[in-house]
């Protein structure tokens, strides 16, 4: 008898054996609709000889229900999400879920979405009304509704009824506009044409090469890989485009559109669910050509994938920090590899790893030295903090100031860069000494003045600023500690009461939306300091902007972990690179207690040759990534001493007879208690040649931890904390 083997998305069924339907072709990547119990779940239809199961006897086999009317998952996406699972130590089920779209995305079935219909009842509650504010120019379903309005979904029916808000079908299917490889070509200059000569060809060959476009800051790399993906549309394919965050889809969309007459499909987390629904349709039929994206873009089922870019390749937010804890930028090489074709790897500050593959000659190296159109880089200067230092509740120093004063006055703009968002990371009662604390975490609670609460940034508690201490009582003692951007915001606005100041980060422009309306006011010359986080050191072109001040460069280089002086490294040029890229040239100034420390001396001196062979070196000789390989083991649990004993069982199973392979660990984890639970760690090292994989699954695989304890294996991992 035939069986259909079945790949479930629930990692804990695994795979199930099926019988087929007549009638019903399913074929390997067909998404089907198959019986459980009572229920019915969704599945996906897998070669059985390359998922082994339990067997079940012939007459206990269940039939499918049925196939979805939707594209299967192409063969190589099947291969690659096989890689994935099996090179994260994640089980299938959850790889392939990222590969599937919501259950509305699987039937041609309109969705009904909501929207005003401009009619004003006569009489409003307040909270209606506000509600209704917030609305205005909105579509989507009544959830959505609900979530911008901030109001219950009762709320959303009750306006329904009164007949201020109407359904609207949204189609499953829209194609998406065709871009046009001929609209606009860039008119590329030498060095520029000589690199995407090399790419275009890889493309038109259809052939994995992966490439690391190393250009300077300004040096057009944008322009560059785009005439790839100009190839990749040009022969009838698909490109895919992938960005570390969503705040730059924007100035890319904007350039894309320029470059082929329309914008791409998006794909990201502030997509509405007829978006995500039609896009994943049109993904998956090879309608929609070019897509830019976040990391979870690149597991979606494209057909005809000619070209894949990693834009600001360096970025660690292209490491998957929870469910399966993958990274974007190798899996998109491996994808290329499946597919046969290009990887284009752009950044202006390759992360040692990919410069450590383009030595080997792994990856080819295509070199942007200078800036596009003359521009040239800016100049950087250490300002010593315990030589300059502020005065007190102040954190820019008088030469920073002086020169943000003097960009004012000939009408530039400046950029001040502080990686830390809110107003102070730290609340203090002076009377007692008590330092505000995250109840579910061992961190402090950041002050947020503009939003009047103490946030958490890792589990995102937020509650009202407390009047009074809340362990001695007293009133007013509580002090802010230490500076956030918008401390910085408030202190430039007594600094320069006549400037323009715009704070820039995941609160003020976090959605395409706003970070469109940021950019278009920042271009019109409507501001004079931008304030920012990390979330504008990279992607945004201002000619204009000619003064950078890192306000604390010795922030990165805390923590001290593998990648602690790469980070800043990193951070400090991206940002440098928005000073100077029109006519007028840009200056940096970096705050810091360390100007000996060698990545600062490094940057003054714009020796990224130097700092990088060193930081080779000593990973060379430690055995770390990418000479060696590590895999974190994090046990988590709300019941301490549980978590604890079963970090120790872990640490006493592990194997020792493998050569080059040691373990360091059971401990505590530096942020120990997260979301209410507590955390241990272990760190496995083993050199490149040993099958991690596989000792891996020798250890773990037989392991009996206690209900309330899980554990998650972080292959790869750049977070230590
Ligand atoms: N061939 C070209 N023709 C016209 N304009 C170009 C060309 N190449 C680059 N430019 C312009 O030069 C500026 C800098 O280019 P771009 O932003 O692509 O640099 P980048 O290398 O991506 O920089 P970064 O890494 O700093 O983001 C942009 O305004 C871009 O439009
Ligand atoms: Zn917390």
Redesign the pocket.
């Known amino acids: 008898m035939t069986r259909l083997r079945v790949l479930t998305l629930n990692a804990a069924l695994g795979a199930l054996d099926y019988a087929p339907r007549e009638g019903v072709s399913a074929p390997p990547g067909t998404i089907v609709r198959v019986p459980l119990g009572p229920r019915e779940i969704i599945g996906v239809v897998w070669e059985a000889d390359l998922l082994p199961v339990k067997p079940v006897e012939d007459a206990k086999l269940r039939k499918i229900n049925g196939a979805f009317d939707a594209p299967p998952l192409p063969e190589r996406l099947r291969r690659l999400c096989e890689w994935t699972a099996r090179y994260y130590y994640a089980p299938l089920s959850s790889v392939v879920r990222m590969a599937m779209p919501s259950p509305s995305a699987l039937s041609e079935k309109t969705l009904t979405e909501y929207r005003l219909t401009g009619e004003v009842p006569r009489r409003l509650t307040p909270q209606r009304q506000a509600a209704l504010d917030l609305l205005a120019g909105r579509q989507g379903v009544v959830r959505e509704l609900a979530g911008w309005a901030g109001v219950s979904d009762a709320v959303i029916r009750g306006l329904v009824k009164a007949g201020v808000i109407e359904p609207v079908e949204a189609p499953a299917d829209v194609v998406p506009p065709l871009p046009d490889p001929a609209f606009a070509p860039?008119?590329?200059?030498p060095g520029?044409a000589a690199a995407s000569a090399r790419m275009t060809e890889a493309v038109t060959a259809r052939r994995f090469e992966p490439f690391l476009l190393h250009?300077?800051?300004?040096?057009?790399?944008?322009?560059t890989y785009l005439e790839s993906v100009a190839a990749a549309l040009e022969s009838g394919g698909q490109a895919l485009i992938l960005l570390p965050e969503i705040a730059l889809t924007e100035p890319l969309e904007r350039?894309i559109e320029a470059r082929f007459g329309v914008r791409p499909v998006s794909w990201h987390s502030d997509l509405r669910q007829s978006e995500r629904r039609s896009a994943w349709r049109a993904i998956a039929k090879g309608e929609a050509r070019l897509t830019v994206g976040a990391r979870s873009a690149l597991f979606l089922p494209y057909p005809n994938l000619r070209c894949i870019v990693v834009d600001e390749a360096h970025e660690t937010s292209f490491k998957q920090e929870d469910g399966v804890l993958y990274h974007a930028r190798d899996v998109a090489v491996m994808r290329g590899k499946l597919e046969s074709v290009p990887v284009v790897l752009?950044?202006?500050t390759p992360p040692l790893e990919a410069r450590v593959q383009a030595e080997k000659g792994t990856y080819s190296e295509l070199t942007?030295p200078s800036?596009?159109?003359g521009a040239s880089l800016p100049t950087i200067e250490a300002v010593d903090l315990r030589e300059h230092v502020p005065p007190a509740q102040n954190f820019l120093s008088q030469p920073l100031v002086e020169a943000v004063g003097e960009r004012i006055e000939r009408g530039e703009q400046s950029l001040l860069f502080l990686n830390r968002r809110g107003y102070a990371p730290l609340t203090l009662c002076r009377h007692c000494g008590t330092r505000i604390e995250c109840p579910n975490c061992s961190a402090w609670l950041v002050e947020h003045r503009l939003t009047r609460r103490l946030m958490c940034h890792h589990c995102g508690l937020a509650e009202p600023v407390p009047e009074t201490c809340p362990e001695c009582g007293e009133a007013d003692t509580l002090v802010p500690c230490g500076p956030g951007v918008e401390r910085i915001a408030e202190e430039a606005a007594r600094r320069f009461p006549e400037a323009r100041i715009a704070l820039a980060t995941s609160d003020t422009i976090g959605s395409p939306a706003r970070a469109r309306a940021f950019v278009d006011s920042v271009e019109r010359g409507d501001v004079d300091i931008l304030i920012g986080t990390q979330l504008i050191t990279?992607?945004y072109?201002f000619p204009d902007l000619t003064l950078v001040g890192v306000v604390d460069a010795d922030l990165a280089l805390q923590g001290g972990d593998l990648r602690a002086g790469e980070r800043t490294f990193q951070q400090i040029v991206q940002v440098a690179?928005r000073a100077g890229?029109g006519a007028k040239p840009g200056h940096v100034i970096i705050q810091t207690h360390q100007p000996d420390a060698p990545v600062i001396e490094a940057l003054v001196r714009a020796d990224a040759e130097g700092f990088y062979a060193a930081e080779v070196e000593a990973r060379r000789e430690a055995a770390m990534p990418p000479f060696g390989r590590l895999a974190a083991l994090i046990l988590s649990g709300p019941d301490e001493s549980n978590v604890a004993s079963a970090a120790r069982m872990i640490g006493a199973a592990a194997p020792r007879s493998v050569d080059q392979f040691s373990v360091i660990g059971p401990a505590p984890a530096p942020l120990s208690l997260l979301r209410g639970r507590y955390r241990h760690r272990l760190l496995a090292h083993a050199a490149r040649r040993v099958d991690l994989d596989e000792v891996l699954g020798r250890w773990l695989g037989n392991i009996d931890l206690p209900r309330d304890v899980r554990l998650t294996v972080d292959i790869d991992p750049y977070s230590f904390v």
């Open positions: 860039a008119d590329l200059a520029q250009g300077v800051t300004g040096s057009g790399k944008t322009e350039r752009a950044t202006a942007l800036r596009y159109g990279k992607g072109h690179g890229r």
